[in-house]
C-alpha cells in the first residue's frame, strides 16, 4: 500500500551548503520532519554545486518521512555563472551587464530541457535566451 502524501514543500537552497536555518528549519519543522536528516541527505546528493541555489520538492508522508527531488539550477544562475556576474541588470534594455556565446546558451539549455516546458533543444534554447535578454546579458551568435 502506497504512503499517503501529507505535504509538498517547495524551496531553493544552496547546493552541498544547506543548513536548517530559514527557508529550510522551519518549512520542514511544521511538517514535524527530521531537518538534520533533509540537511545531510541533500548537501551529500548536490555537494558537486557548490553553492549554487537548487530547487527542491520535498514530499512529506503521513509518518513523517519525506523523499526529495533535486532539479537544475535556475537558468538566471547558470547564465550568471556564464557571464562571470554578480548580478543581473536592474534597466535591462538599456543597461547590458555580460556577454554571453552562443554556444554556452546550449550547454545551459540542455542541462535544463529537463526542467523546461520546451519539446526540443531549439526551444529550451529560445527561453534561455530570452532570460539572458530579461537580465541585461547580450547573446553573441
Known amino acids: ?59 512529506v508522508y503521513g509518518d513523517r518521512t519525506f523523499e526529495f527531488v533535486c532539479k537544475s539550477p535556475p537558468a538566471a544562475a547558470l547564465l550568471k555563472e556564464a557571464a562571470q556576474i554578480a548580478k543581473g541588470s536592474g534597466v535591462p534594455n538599456k543597461e547590458k551587464v555580460g556577454k554571453v556565446t552562443a554556444e554556452q546558451v546550449r550547454q545551459i539549455a540542455e542541462r535544463k530541457k529537463a526542467d523546461l516546458n520546451a519539446f526540443d533543444l531549439d526551444q529550451a534554447r529560445k527561453i534561455i535566451e530570452g532570460t539572458a535578454r530579461s537580465m541585461g546579458i547580450t547573446v553573441e551568435k
Open 1 to 59: 500500500m502506497a504512503k499517503e502524501v501529507v505535504a509538498k514543500i517547495k524551496l531553493q537552497a544552496p547546493g552541498g551548503q544547506a543548513t536548517p536555518a530559514p527557508p529550510i528549519g522551519p518549512a520542514l519543522g511544521q511538517h514535524n520532519v527530521n531537518i538534520g536528516q533533509f540537511v545531510s541527505q541533500f548537501n551529500e546528493r548536490t555537494r558537486d554545486f557548490n553553492g549554487m541555489p537548487i530547487p527542491v520538492e520535498i514530499y
